[in-house]
Structures are given as structure tokens and as C-alpha cells.
């Protein structure tokens, strides 16, 4: 279900993000992760996943933590952590209320990004499976060989770059046969609504944002 | 300037950037680990300095591969939404990053007019990034409240970080990759 | 009717079609047959317009439709609606996630009124019989599901004529069946050109079939060969099977691939000596190979050796066992030939071969001149002859070869067949050979094992 168009959600969450990198307000960062946490709450997308992410960020968290009380400042400290915790808030919201098929309907209709980068990046993403086993593959073909390949191995990124180099081939002309062109007009089967009040739902969200960095 | 970037080219980018995200998938382990073993000592950040070479390695390998004005940009654009739809520790930061970090290994083939791919590319690319990285990590991160020895420590280990990643293991896989043929 | 005219490819110096001349008349099935790695899939893809564009030849010659020259006028959507083809590899065939997402991708890059789309999509499933595909991600589809899935697509598309590159590769022979009837329906309203290794499997449907002649480079009308009904079949195994040890053993084995179950075996043993394996496509023969690598789960236990590969450490392992991918490329290493036959000649443990017996091997499979050329840029033929003489050079005591004979002509596949039957002369070596190819094995085959509703038979032992 689409509460807001996708394009406004992810310009908004950006803006968001951006926007708190350089200020140093706590109140402000906890907020976010509140009603960044109602959000999911209300659209029942806390999932264990979540959850694990938003564990996993004790990590970070506590190295800060250290980090800033020997060399840095208390203060500093507080506000990187409640910001690290409202960029993964912000990111969940995104991530789990929106599939990459509604982002990139929105981006072609809405913002009107060329189709060629649309397209060509979902195709490459669903391909994210067969590059797995591809780089799976490769190692052990290395096995095979007595060789252990690393992440410090460039035969490793070059063996899986030249499977890279002809998946993009393979799936340009699959598209082609399927009629995509790059810069040709297409029809819309699914429309995604940007409507008013899509804007005055982000401008209010901003509005708040900005309230509360200035005024608490 | 993002003309010239065909469907092949963006499919393509949007496949390193995958590649890089399943071999540093294991890396990411890497930096929970080092932060832990770090934090006692109050230099979890230095995980962060230590491993940047791996996060950006994206942006370059592309450069090198599709010498087109954008690709090191776009690139890492496109890898940072694989990354936050992926499962990102990192969340919203993560495309914000992507930018940053795109627009700094941008910059050091954009210096070179797009036309020198070899050692010399190594040297500004690494310089570029590291410093515009730096800057921007020290308005963003709170490295301003840092001291100015700590700062030095995260500034060195970022530029040898960045070297060898972005530069050196780079330049190794696109030098396989010429001597394959097949970027005809 | 589509007419081919003068019609010459060639890559940098290297001719791959010359004077290729053909008329595909309205509402026939042709059938284009010739070895690996000749020009047919070239051709259908210069019909196709897919080439030169996405390749780095040179194209002259005139293609015609109905009279009209060259449709290079024609954008690719509108291209789309008179000429369509279905590729040999439907994985990378497709943008979309879902079968569904495809099919409206493709019917909104046809720029087809959003209000008929949805009845599009319907009657395109139905035609194919995979109404419950629908909302099915494509990657997690069969060969021959996928291959519906993309005829699906053309009939959407509905264009005048339908390519088809080698389509059932990958196909299991009910989804197989299936096609080619469907196929022949097509044929009322369509023209319909097939590239295929094997005609036999079209005699049924077929009206031309045209071979692809070496010496012109080009093709000439022919009819059905008889006797390509025959390379398939199995044969008499002449050795006994007693003395025999137990190589590979599978206990209480279950195998599946997502939901679809692969095998169900109590309790199966392939001995030493060489094993054909042989069965249908898609009934899991890769995914066994797959599974005592230890690179797909299982239920039960897999032996080597009387112990459970879960118990030989990871050094041991890849010493005693090795494997032949299916795809050249996969295997290889280094870039050039002989910097891959270095590799193994050092990397080996067990050191089957002198450097003098691997130089006999190099001259008799014809690499010796080819040394130092990029292993990228052979021929198939060329590459798999390399990926074999390489692993061979490794000296497991366990050699699984995954189609080890594909894309190899007449010539090759002696050399490759006496090659193999030295190594297990003279070393010893034990090796499970997956080949649809039969014929030309008999001299080098101990046994023959076949999978078969999702269990594995020893063919002509005792016990049968």
C-alpha cells in the first residue's frame, strides 16, 4: 500500500538525512527514530530483520561511545549515536514501505528519470542472485585448483567482472527483444498518483523537522 | 554528461556494484569485528578509516572499466541503493554517502580529463577521495571534536586505505581485465 | 515471406557467414541445424537485428520482409510486433522480477494502450498454460518454465515471425513437448525458424530443414537425416561389473530444487572406473554433481571413499575430487593457455603426468600452436578442449565432467575421448561423465547410470 508517493518518501527521507548530518540536535535525532518507529509500527513492518539491523548498530554505538569520551567530546558522542540510530530508522522506513518495482514506476512517471537508468538498474538487480553463485563458483573453481581466492585477489573481482561483462550483454539485448529502447516513449500500466497531497504531507514532515532542530 | 552512459554501461555498474557487495559481504563482518576489537581503545572510528577502501572500491573500478564521464559517480549511486535495499547496516546514510563518495572518485578522473587510465589515475583518485572524504566525515562524523593526533592517525590510515583498495587492487583487476581483450 | 539476400558476417578478418541466401515462405517451420559454434545462432540474430549492434562485426546483404528492405526504419518497438526470438539462455533474458512485471514491461515497451495490457497478459498465460506463473519470480522458475514463460511473451507480442536460438538446452522433455505443440499451432498465422543442433525432435512439425555447410559458410536445403534419430541411445555395456568398489556413496539421499523434488534415493553407490550418467534434461543430474560438492543442501548422507564428505577437510577434499563445469569460462584462472597449464602443473598434488606426457596431450588435442593466446577469445571448442587438459593435469582421483563434450566437433571429440581413456589407463582415474552424447563413448565407458523418476538405475548390469 502507497501512503505517499515513493519519489516525495525517498526525497524526503534524504532531505531528512542530509539535513541532520549537520546539525546537532539529540532531541531532534530521537524524535526521528520515534516516529520513524511508529511509522513501521502502524504499516506492521517491524520484522525480525529490523530488528536485527537495528541491533546490530549497538556495535558502531559503543565504539563511538569510547571513542568520543577519550578523544573527543560527551556531547559529540550523544549526537552521532541518536543520528546513526535516525539514519537506520530512516532507511527502514524507506526500505521496508516501498519495493524497488514502486521506486522505479515513481522515478520513470514522477520524476521522469531516463528509462534506460530505471531499467537498467532493475535488471541488474534482479540478476543479484546469479552473480552469488557466479562469485560461488569461482572460488571454487579456484578450490579446485588449490588456490583460495580473497577479498584482497583480483582474479577474484576480475574472473566475476568478465561473467558481469557478458550477463550485461545477454540481458541488453534480452531487453531489446522485448521492444525496450533506450529514450522511446513507453505506456504505463500501473500509475503511481503524485498528488497534492503527497507535497503537503512532505512539507509538513519538513516543517516539523526544521521546528525541532531550531527550536528545542 | 551522463549522455554517453548506455543500458549496457548501467547495467553493467549496477552489477560491480553488486560483485563488490558480495565479496565485501564478508568485510562487513570484518568491520564489526575490528570496531569491537578497536572500542576498548577508544578507536572504533579507525574501522571505518581502515575498511573505506573496500566501500568505495565500486566508483573507480567502474572508472576504469567504463572510461565515460559519470560512470565512478553513477556507479557508486547505484551501488548505494543495492546496499540499502539490500540490508544496509547503515540505513538512509547510505545513498548520502554514496554521492559523497561517488563525487570524490569522480573528481580524480574528471581532473584527468577523462583520458589518463593508468599509475597517474591511481594518484589523483586516491588524493581526491581521501581528501574530500575527510572533509566531509569531519563536518558530518564528528571528527571536528577529534584531537588533532587523532585526526592524523584516521587521515593516514584513510589515505592507505583508499591506495591500496582503490588504487593498487584496482588498477591490478583492470590491468587483467585489458590483458583479456575483453573491453574491446 | 522472409528473404535473406547476399547476406556476409564477418568478425575483425574472420568470416562467419558468406552469400547466405534463403527464403522463409508464410506460415512454415524451418529448421537450421549445424554444430556448435557455426553462424546459425549468428544469423538469427542479424534477422533479429541484434547484430551487428551488439557485436563488433560487419554485416552486408539485404534482409527482407515481404518485399520490404532491411526494416532499418522500423524502431524497436515496432520491430518487435513482425520479428521475435527466444533465446538458448532465458536467465538473462529477462529485466523483471515477476513473470507478470515482464509481460507488462514488454507490452508498455510496445507502447500497447494501458487498458488492453491486462487482457494481453491473460490470454498470453493461457496460451501457454501457466496462468499460476503469474505472480512467480522468474528466477526461481524450471528451464522449461522459463522458456514458457518467454513464449508467453512472443505470442504477446504477437509479432510475423518467431526465431528460436537452440531453445530447449535447457528444457525438460515434457516442457519440450509441449513448445514444439505449441509451435505448431503458431504455424497457422506465423513463420517460424529454429536453430538446432538436433532436428530429430521437430520431425513432427518441421517443413525445411537447412544445413549449415563448412566449406561455403553458408546453408543448403536438406532433409531430415535418419540417423540423427540415432546419436541418442543407450548401449550394451560389454565389461562385468563384479570387483567392483564403491566410490560414491548416497544413504536415505534426498535432493530437491525449491518445491520440485530431484531425487529419492535409499541407498545408491557409483563404483570406480568410468560412469556415464545419463537422463533427461532438468532431472537434476548438475544438481547431484552440485550436491557431493558440497555446494547445494541435501538430506542424508554422500560417501567418498566410505566417509561422509561432511568429515574430509577442505584440502583433502579438493585433492581427492574435482570437477569439469559445465561452462568453460567458469574453470579458468589465468589468461593465457599456457599460463593455465602452468598453474595446474604446479598446483597438482598427485602429479599424473610428466611434463613430457602433458606436452603429448597439448599436440594431440591441436593446442600446441595456441599457447599463448587469451583463453577468452578461442572458440568454444577450442576453450572446452583447455578447461579439460587443464583439470586433467590436476590428478584428482575423482573426476566429475558436467557435459564435458558440449560444443565439440567430430575431430575434437575423438581427441578429447582418447585423451580421457589414457588417463584412465594409465592412472587409474575414476570419472562420472555427464553427456546427452552417447555415441563415440563405448571404448572409454565402464558403466552407465541413469536418472529417472528421481532415482539412479545402473543400465545393463546384472541387477536390472
Same mark, same amino acid.
Given at each position: 500500500m502507497i501512503?505517499i508517493n515513493?519519489s516525495?518518501k525517498?526525497?524526503?527521507?534524504?532531505?531528512?538525512?542530509?539535513e541532520?548530518s549537520?546539525t546537532q540536535?539529540?532531541?531532534?535525532?530521537?524524535?526521528?527514530v520515534?516516529i520513524?518507529?511508529?511509522?513501521?509500527?502502524?504499516?506492521?513492518?517491524?520484522?525480525?530483520?529490523?530488528?536485527?539491523?537495528?541491533?546490530?548498530?549497538?556495535?558502531?554505538?559503543?565504539?563511538?561511545f569510547m571513542?568520543? !569520551?577519550?578523544?573527543?567530546?560527551?556531547a559529540?558522542?550523544?549526537?552521532?549515536?541518536?543520528?546513526?540510530?535516525?539514519?537506520?530508522?530512516?532507511?527502514?522506513?524507506?526500505?521496508?514501505?516501498?519495493t524497488?518495482?514502486?521506486?522505479?514506476?515513481?522515478l520513470?512517471q $514522477?520524476?521522469?528519470?531516463?528509462?534506460?537508468?530505471?531499467?537498467?538498474?532493475?535488471?541488474?538487480f534482479?540478476?543479484?542472485?546469479?552473480?552469488?553463485?557466479d562469485?560461488?563458483d569461482?572460488k571454487?573453481?579456484?578450490h579446485?585448483?588449490n588456490i583460495?581466492?580473497h577479498?584482497?585477489?583480483?582474479?577474484?573481482y576480475?574472473?566475476?567482472?568478465?561473467?558481469?561483462?557478458?550477463?550485461?550483454?545477454?540481458?541488453s539485448?534480452?531487453?531489446e527483444?522485448?521492444g525496450f529502447?533506450e529514450?522511446a516513449?513507453r505506456?504505463?500500466?500501473?500509475?503511481?498518483?503524485?498528488?497534492k497531497?503527497?507535497y503537503?504531507?512532505?512539507?509538513?514532515?519538513?516543517?516539523?523537522?526544521?521546528?525541532?532542530?531550531?527550536?528545542? | 554528461m551522463f549522455?554517453?552512459?548506455?543500458?549496457? %554501461?548501467i547495467i553493467?555498474?549496477?552489477?560491480?556494484?553488486?560483485?563488490c557487495?558480495?565479496?565485501?559481504?564478508?568485510?562487513?563482518?570484518?568491520?564489526?569485528?575490528?570496531?569491537?576489537?578497536?572500542?576498548?581503545?577508544g578507536?572504533?572510528?579507525?574501522a %571505518?578509516?581502515?575498511?573505506?577502501?573496500?566501500?568505495?572500491?565500486a566508483?573507480?573500478l567502474?572508472?576504469?572499466?567504463i572510461?565515460?564521464?559519470?560512470?565512478?559517480?553513477?556507479a557508486e549511486?547505484?551501488?548505494?541503493?543495492?546496499?540499502?535495499?539490500?540490508?544496509?547496516q547503515?540505513?538512509?546514510?547510505?545513498?548520502?554517502?554514496g554521492?559523497?563518495?561517488?563525487?570524490?572518485?569522480?573528481?580524480?578522473?574528471?581532473?584527468?580529463?577523462y583520458?589518463?587510465y593508468?599509475?597517474?589515475s591511481i594518484?589523483?583518485t586516491?588524493i581526491?577521495?581521501?581528501i574530500i572524504?575527510f572533509?566531509?566525515?569531519?563536518?558530518?562524523n564528528?571528527?571536528s571534536?577529534?584531537s588533532?593526533?587523532?585526526?592524523?592517525l584516521?587521515?593516514?590510515?584513510?589515505?592507505?586505505?583508499?591506495f591500496?583498495?582503490?588504487?593498487?587492487?584496482?588498477?591490478?583487476?583492470? $590491468?587483467?581485465?585489458?590483458?583479456?581483450?575483453?573491453?574491446? | 515471406?522472409l528473404?535473406?539476400?547476399?547476406?556476409?558476417?564477418?568478425?575483425?578478418?574472420?568470416?562467419?557467414?558468406? !552469400?547466405v $541466401?534463403?527464403?522463409?515462405p508464410?506460415n512454415?517451420?524451418?529448421?537450421?541445424?549445424?554444430?556448435?559454434?557455426c553462424?546459425?545462432?549468428?544469423?538469427?540474430k542479424?534477422?533479429?537485428?541484434?547484430y551487428?549492434?551488439?557485436?563488433?562485426?560487419?554485416?552486408?546483404?539485404?534482409?527482407?520482409?515481404n518485399n520490404?528492405?532491411?526494416?532499418? !526504419?522500423?524502431?524497436? $518497438? !515496432?520491430?518487435?510486433?513482425?520479428i521475435?526470438?527466444m533465446?538458448?539462455?532465458?536467465?538473462y533474458?529477462?529485466?523483471?522480477?515477476t513473470?507478470?512485471?515482464?509481460?507488462?514491461?514488454?507490452?508498455?515497451?510496445?507502447?500497447?494502450e494501458?487498458?488492453?495490457?491486462?487482457?494481453?497478459?491473460?490470454?498470453?498465460?493461457k496460451?501457454?498454460?501457466?496462468?499460476s506463473?503469474?505472480?512467480r519470480k522468474?528466477?526461481?522458475?524450471?528451464?522449461?518454465?522459463?522458456?514458457?514463460?518467454s513464449l508467453?511473451?512472443?505470442?504477446?507480442m504477437?509479432?510475423?515471425i518467431?526465431?528460436?536460438?537452440?531453445?530447449?538446452?535447457?528444457?525438460?522433455?515434457?516442457?519440450?513437448?509441449?513448445?514444439?505443440?505449441?509451435?505448431?499451432?503458431l504455424?497457422?498465422?506465423?513463420?517460424?525458424?529454429?536453430?538446432?543442433? %538436433?532436428a530429430?525432435?521437430?520431425?513432427h512439425?518441421a517443413?525445411?530443414?537447412?544445413?549449415?555447410?563448412?566449406?561455403?559458410l553458408?546453408?543448403?536445403?536438406?532433409?531430415?537425416n535418419?540417423?540423427?534419430?540415432n546419436?541418442?541411445?543407450?548401449?550394451?555395456?560389454?565389461?562385468n561389473?563384479? %570387483?567392483k568398489?564403491?566410490?560414491?556413496?548416497?544413504?536415505n539421499?534426498?535432493?530437491?530444487?525449491?518445491t520440485?523434488s530431484?531425487?529419492?534415493i535409499?541407498?545408491?553407490?557409483?563404483k570406480?572406473?568410468?560412469?556415464?550418467?545419463?537422463?533427461?534434461?532438468?532431472?537434476?543430474?548438475?544438481?547431484?554433481?552440485?550436491?557431493?560438492?558440497?555446494?547445494q543442501?541435501y538430506?542424508?548422507?554422500?560417501?567418498?571413499?566410505q566417509?561422509s564428505?561432511n568429515?574430509?577437510r577442505?584440502?583433502?577434499?579438493?585433492?581427492?575430487?574435482g570437477?569439469i563445469?559445465?561452462q568453460?569460462?567458469?574453470?579458468f584462472?589465468k589468461?593465457?593457455?599456457?599460463?593455465e597449464?602452468?598453474?595446474?602443473?604446479?598446483?597438482t598434488?598427485?602429479?599424473?603426468?610428466s611434463?613430457?606426457?602433458i606436452?603429448?596431450?597439448?599436440?594431440?588435442?591441436?593446442?600446441?600452436?595456441?599457447?599463448?593466446?587469451?583463453?577468452?577469445?578461442?572458440?568454444?571448442?577450442?576453450?572446452?578442449?583447455?578447461?579439460?587438459?587443464?583439470?586433467?593435469i590436476?590428478?584428482n582421483?575423482?573426476?566429475?565432467?558436467?557435459?564435458?563434450?558440449?560444443?565439440?566437433?567430430?575431430t575434437s571429440f575423438?581427441?578429447?575421448?582418447?585423451?580421457?581413456?589414457?588417463?584412465?589407463n594409465?592412472?587409474?582415474?575414476?570419472m562420472?561423465i555427464?553427456?546427452?552424447?552417447?555415441k563415440g563413448?563405448?571404448k572409454?565407458?565402464?558403466?552407465?547410470?541413469?536418472?529417472?523418476?528421481?532415482?539412479?538405475?545402473?543400465?545393463?548390469?546384472?541387477?536390472?
Amino acid at each position: 500500500m502507497i501512503l505517499i508517493n515513493p519519489s516525495i518518501k525517498l526525497i524526503t527521507v534524504l532531505i531528512i538525512a542530509l539535513e541532520i548530518s549537520f546539525t546537532q540536535s539529540t532531541i531532534t535525532n530521537i524524535l526521528i527514530v520515534l516516529i520513524g518507529f511508529l511509522y513501521l509500527l502502524i504499516n506492521n513492518k517491524i520484522t525480525w530483520n529490523a530488528l536485527l539491523i537495528l541491533l546490530l548498530a549497538i556495535i558502531p554505538t559503543v565504539g563511538i561511545f569510547m571513542s568520543q !569520551n577519550m578523544y573527543g567530546t560527551a556531547a559529540m558522542g550523544n549526537i552521532l549515536v541518536t543520528r546513526l540510530y535516525a539514519y537506520i530508522t530512516l532507511g527502514l522506513t524507506f526500505t521496508k514501505t516501498t519495493t524497488i518495482q514502486e521506486l522505479g514506476l515513481s522515478l520513470e512517471q $514522477n520524476l521522469k528519470m531516463p528509462t534506460k537508468f530505471v531499467y537498467g538498474f532493475m535488471g541488474g538487480f534482479n540478476l543479484i542472485n546469479y552473480v552469488k553463485q557466479d562469485i560461488a563458483d569461482i572460488k571454487q573453481a579456484a578450490h579446485f585448483r588449490n588456490i583460495n581466492l580473497h577479498f584482497w585477489s583480483p582474479s577474484l573481482y576480475f574472473k566475476a567482472i568478465l561473467s558481469a561483462i557478458r550477463y550485461a550483454e545477454l540481458l541488453s539485448e534480452g531487453m531489446e527483444s522485448h521492444g525496450f529502447s533506450e529514450q522511446a516513449y513507453r505506456t504505463h500500466y500501473k500509475k503511481i498518483a503524485l498528488n497534492k497531497s503527497d507535497y503537503s504531507k512532505a512539507t509538513f514532515i519538513l516543517l516539523i523537522l526544521q521546528i525541532s532542530i531550531v527550536f528545542i | 554528461m551522463f549522455k554517453s552512459l548506455n543500458l549496457k %554501461n548501467i547495467i553493467l555498474m549496477t552489477l560491480i556494484s553488486i560483485i563488490c557487495g558480495t565479496i565485501f559481504w564478508i568485510a562487513g563482518f570484518l568491520y564489526n569485528i575490528v570496531t569491537i576489537a578497536l572500542t576498548p581503545m577508544g578507536l572504533a572510528p579507525l574501522a %571505518n578509516d581502515l575498511l573505506i577502501g573496500l566501500w568505495t572500491m565500486a566508483g573507480p573500478l567502474s572508472g576504469y572499466i567504463i572510461k565515460k564521464a559519470g560512470s565512478s559517480l553513477i556507479a557508486e549511486v547505484l551501488g548505494s541503493f543495492v546496499e540499502m535495499f539490500w540490508g544496509g547496516q547503515w540505513g538512509a546514510s547510505t545513498v548520502i554517502s554514496g554521492i559523497e563518495q561517488g563525487i570524490a572518485s569522480e573528481l580524480g578522473f574528471t581532473i584527468l580529463g577523462y583520458k589518463i587510465y593508468g599509475w597517474v589515475s591511481i594518484i589523483s583518485t586516491t588524493i581526491t577521495t581521501t581528501i574530500i572524504t575527510f572533509i566531509w566525515d569531519w563536518f558530518r562524523n564528528g571528527y571536528s571534536a577529534y584531537s588533532y593526533q587523532m585526526l592524523i592517525l584516521l587521515f593516514i590510515t584513510r589515505l592507505v586505505s583508499i591506495f591500496v583498495f582503490n588504487g593498487i587492487l584496482t588498477k591490478l583487476i583492470a $590491468n587483467l581485465l585489458e590483458k583479456s581483450t575483453i573491453l574491446k | 515471406m522472409l528473404q535473406i539476400e547476399n547476406l556476409n558476417y564477418q568478425i575483425n578478418k574472420n568470416w562467419i557467414l558468406k !552469400n547466405v $541466401n534463403l527464403k522463409f515462405p508464410k506460415n512454415s517451420i524451418s529448421i537450421i541445424q549445424g554444430p556448435s559454434g557455426c553462424g546459425k545462432s549468428t544469423l538469427l540474430k542479424c534477422i533479429a537485428k541484434l547484430y551487428p549492434k551488439h557485436s563488433n562485426g560487419k554485416i552486408s546483404g539485404n534482409i527482407k520482409l515481404n518485399n520490404v528492405q532491411n526494416f532499418n !526504419n522500423l524502431s524497436v $518497438n !515496432n520491430f518487435c510486433k513482425e520479428i521475435s526470438i527466444m533465446f538458448q539462455n532465458p536467465n538473462y533474458q529477462f529485466a523483471m522480477s515477476t513473470v507478470e512485471e515482464e509481460l507488462i514491461f514488454t507490452l508498455e515497451n510496445l507502447q500497447i494502450e494501458p487498458n488492453l495490457i491486462g487482457t494481453k497478459i491473460i490470454n498470453a498465460l493461457k496460451f501457454c498454460n501457466i496462468e499460476s506463473l503469474k505472480k512467480r519470480k522468474i528466477n526461481t522458475l524450471s528451464g522449461g518454465e522459463k522458456q514458457k514463460v518467454s513464449l508467453a511473451i512472443i505470442y504477446a507480442m504477437n509479432s510475423n515471425i518467431i526465431l528460436l536460438d537452440e531453445p530447449f538446452v535447457n528444457v525438460d522433455i515434457n516442457s519440450q513437448k509441449f513448445i514444439i505443440h505449441k509451435l505448431n499451432e503458431l504455424k497457422e498465422t506465423k513463420t517460424i525458424i529454429i536453430v538446432d543442433h %538436433n532436428a530429430a525432435k521437430y520431425n513432427h512439425i518441421a517443413d525445411y530443414y537447412y544445413k549449415f555447410d563448412e566449406q561455403n559458410l553458408n546453408f543448403k536445403i536438406t532433409e531430415l537425416n535418419q540417423s540423427e534419430l540415432n546419436k541418442v541411445s543407450n548401449f550394451t555395456i560389454k565389461r562385468n561389473n563384479q %570387483n567392483k568398489n564403491d566410490l560414491i556413496t548416497l544413504d536415505n539421499f534426498q535432493l530437491s530444487s525449491g518445491t520440485k523434488s530431484l531425487l529419492n534415493i535409499k541407498h545408491f553407490s557409483f563404483k570406480n572406473g568410468i560412469t556415464l550418467l545419463t537422463g533427461d534434461n532438468g532431472t537434476g543430474k548438475s544438481s547431484l554433481f552440485k550436491a557431493i560438492l558440497k555446494r547445494q543442501k541435501y538430506i542424508g548422507e554422500v560417501l567418498i571413499n566410505q566417509v561422509s564428505i561432511n568429515k574430509i577437510r577442505s584440502k583433502k577434499f579438493y585433492k581427492t575430487i574435482g570437477l569439469i563445469f559445465q561452462q568453460s569460462d567458469t574453470q579458468f584462472i589465468k589468461i593465457t593457455v599456457k599460463e593455465e597449464m602452468e598453474l595446474s602443473s604446479k598446483q597438482t598434488k598427485n602429479c599424473f603426468y610428466s611434463d613430457k606426457q602433458i606436452q603429448t596431450m597439448l599436440v594431440k588435442a591441436g593446442l600446441d600452436g595456441i599457447l599463448n593466446r587469451v583463453i577468452y577469445t578461442l572458440s568454444e571448442g577450442q576453450k572446452k578442449k583447455v578447461q579439460i587438459i587443464s583439470m586433467l593435469i590436476m590428478s584428482n582421483p575423482i573426476l566429475l565432467l558436467d557435459e564435458p563434450f558440449n560444443g565439440l566437433d567430430d575431430t575434437s571429440f575423438n581427441q578429447m575421448v582418447d585423451i580421457l581413456t589414457y588417463a584412465k589407463n594409465h592412472f587409474n582415474q575414476n570419472m562420472i561423465i555427464i553427456s546427452h552424447q552417447t555415441k563415440g563413448l563405448e571404448k572409454l565407458v565402464d558403466q552407465q547410470v541413469q536418472l529417472k523418476n528421481h532415482k539412479l538405475i545402473e543400465i545393463g548390469s546384472d541387477s536390472n
